[in-house]
């Protein structure tokens, strides 16, 4: 018998190793054989821990499973239960979705190459080795591939530039610094399914023409850190990284670095100096890193949902994924639903879903119960949305329109009770606690922002055009986004919900 | 010298070897020298600067730049909660609050006795079942103040 129970940090932050550890107990008690997988995450994170079983009708789920359930499922020989909730596959959120990327997470061993081939995995590098790099490269503009890291940078065309440098060393560098809140994308898909992110990796290697890559992730990730660190010496092992790819190609290898708890470091130059050894500053552009990036030479920066994606891309074709989604947002997007959610998690569907749909339909509404006030699309970096704005198709175009942006596509919904005043200030106090400190808007701005805030709090409305001033300031003289978006969520936040504002003045007042 | 000092020189020259041939070693260098002494202790810089071959200015500054790093020792226990958006939705604020009074220290602090320090974090990528924890790089979610008195409990017997 195979039972799943997912390795995915938000299972077990829900209680997984738990559950795992009862379930042998309860198998040994009973003298059953029981195998044990640590598949990924379904991404239904309120049934997590989610447990499955094989069945002849596929995989059976049930959940949320604490360790006190363990031994009635067994009575019940995985059949009715009160937590029983039918074939997984057939859940309405797995049914709605269109799982491009994240077509195996969840559903495979992460660290069994056998079953990540057994799922379509190296199909698309298997195309790739037969391919020019040229051609490579075209697939991947044709996708109409764009960046999945907050930028919106057509993949393809990063890749061209830095295929057609000259240098004696290129480098792929993956971003897995994923630092927005509401974002969990790439550690979910380097829990749930690494190889996919080192497949994408190696066909990036083979279209610009570098031998070398490495991703650069973050020390809040323990988990997925321990998750790749095994997946690439498996990938050396079986031969998939190493001096020639699968036997076939040229070299490619892979090196696993930790940043250090720099919110800043996700922005791919400060990234660039962290990974040389240097302080996470950002550096000014040009030059653009796909001409002089790590060591000065040409290198292409992505994020790990972008070079995951190439896989399927080049398995499937370009038109392929390009059928998929809404203007110039082509093919899907995992959209990550956080914050004060009934139904939170990971849902991958093509661009173009309404906001509305995505927070009252999928989401359910607020965990709560109460009213939704509030949504932060894109991270800290990202406008707060209100109700009035729910009719928003998601897209990168469509979010701009709006004084907002998609970012890295994390929602975070907040009810009622949220107070904007206070928002608008956490988003300047984070900027001023991760400014890199290079340019003066951002380094001074953020603390005045702060002081601002304060002052608008304590009753005095005068600050309010100050606020807006500020944010004009920062905006237009910040080198990176970090500077230059903040004014999104505060702007957001002032704009659309004045009497968080103002009420703090009459508040104050009386 | 005292003795300890030769003997962290050894194992930091040790460490300093292990990552000889890497391109950029410093970041992966210092993450090796705290997780073996717990913090970066001041006579390391000088070692790390010689042997990569930079001024130990610019070791400081890179120290100094990165919140993980420490320049002094932590707690028996290192409690991280997280204080991003996606937490503060679903009162991770209330949670700190709790965390703080419970105790007795602020963000970045150790407790009298040396059980625990408290830092803030800023998303563990587990903003769907909110609010976050990571205690000793285990993660811990929808921590609440029940959850987080046990966990004090368990952690300050
Ligand atoms: C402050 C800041 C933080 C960022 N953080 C990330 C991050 O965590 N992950 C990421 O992929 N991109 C991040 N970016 C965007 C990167 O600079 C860059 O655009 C991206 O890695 C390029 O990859 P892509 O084209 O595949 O999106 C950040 C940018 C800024 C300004
Ligand atoms: S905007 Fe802020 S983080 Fe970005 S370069 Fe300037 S100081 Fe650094
Ligand atoms: S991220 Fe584009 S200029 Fe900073
Ligand atoms: S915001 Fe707290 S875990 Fe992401």
Redesign the pocket.
Known sequence: MRIYVPRDSAAKALGAEEVVAAVRAEALRRGLEVTVVRNGSRGMVWLEPLLEVDSEAGRIAFGPVGPGDVAGLFDAGFGSHAKALGPTEDLPWMKAQTRLTFARCGVIDPLSLDDFQAHGGLAGLRRALGMTPDAIVAEVTDSGLRGRGGAGFPTGIKWKTVAGATADRKYIVCNADEGDSGTFADRMIMEGDPFTLIEGMVIAGLGVGADKGFIYSRSEYPDANAVLAEAIRLARAFGLLGASVLGLGPAFDIELRIGAGAY?CG?ET?LLNSLEGKRG??RAKPPLPALEGFMGKPTVVNNVISLATVPVILERGASFYRDFGLGRSRGTIPLQIAGNVRRGGLFETAFGMSLGAIVDDLAGGTATGRPVKAVQVGGPLGAYFPRALFDTPFGYEEYAQKGGLIGHAGIVVFDDSADMLAQARFAMEF?AI??????T???IGAVRGVETVDRIARGDAAAIPLLTDLCETMKAG???????FTPYPVMSALTHFPDDFHRSAKEAAE | MMPGIADSAEQIGEILRAHDGLEGPLIPVLHAVQAAFGYIPGDALPLIAQHLNVSRAEVHGVISFYHDFREEPAGRHILKLCRAEACQAMGADRVAAHARDALGIGWHQTTPDGSVTLEPVFCLGLCACAPAALVDGRVLGRVDEARLDALIAEVRP
């Open positions: 800043v922005e400060a500053v950002v900027c991760e400014s890199c400190g290079k340019c808007p951002c380094r910040s080198l990176c986004a970090l500077g230059g």
